[in-house]
Nanobody, 111 residues
Framework: QVQLVESGGGLVQAGGSLRLSCVAS????????MGWYRQAPGKQRELVAV???????HYADFVKGRFTISRDNAKNTVDLQMNSLTPEDTADYYC?????WGQGTQVTVSS
C-alpha cells in the first residue's frame, strides 16, 4: 500500500506562486501514475498535472505554461510549482498515486 502526504498549500495573492509537495511511502515501486488533482468548491475533482507510467507528463490545458510538475525519485516526492496564480486556481489540491489519494492541501488565491 502507498501512503501520500501533501504540503505547501496556503493563501497567496493573484499573480503569486506556491509550491506543493507530495511525499510517497510504502510500495512506491508499483506506482504507475502519480500527480496532482484539484477540487474547487461545488465542482468535480479535475486533473492538474501527472506523470504517466512511461515517465511523460500530462498537464491540464488551464495550467500549461504556469504550473510545472517535477519529481525526485531519491526522495520519493512529486512537486507542483504553481506560478501566475489566479483566483480560479483556488481549490483543494490532492496528490494521487494510482488509486491512492492524499488528504489534500488547500490553496486560496485572493484577488
Amino acid at each position: 500500500q502507498v501512503q501520500l502526504v501533501e504540503s505547501g498549500g496556503g493563501l497567496v495573492q493573484a499573480g503569486g506562486s506556491l509550491r506543493l509537495s507530495c511525499v510517497a511511502s510504502g510500495r512506491i515501486f508499483s506506482i504507475n501514475l502519480m500527480g496532482w488533482y484539484r477540487q474547487a468548491p461545488g465542482k468535480q475533482r479535475e486533473l492538474v498535472a501527472v506523470f504517466t507510467s512511461g515517465g511523460s507528463t500530462h498537464y491540464a490545458d488551464f495550467v500549461k505554461g504556469r504550473f510545472t510538475i517535477s519529481r525526485d525519485n531519491a526522495k520519493n516526492t512529486v512537486d507542483l510549482q504553481m506560478n501566475s496564480l489566479t483566483p480560479e486556481d483556488t481549490a483543494d489540491y490532492y496528490c494521487r498515486a494510482d488509486n491512492v489519494w492524499g488528504q489534500g492541501t488547500q490553496v486560496t488565491v485572493s484577488s
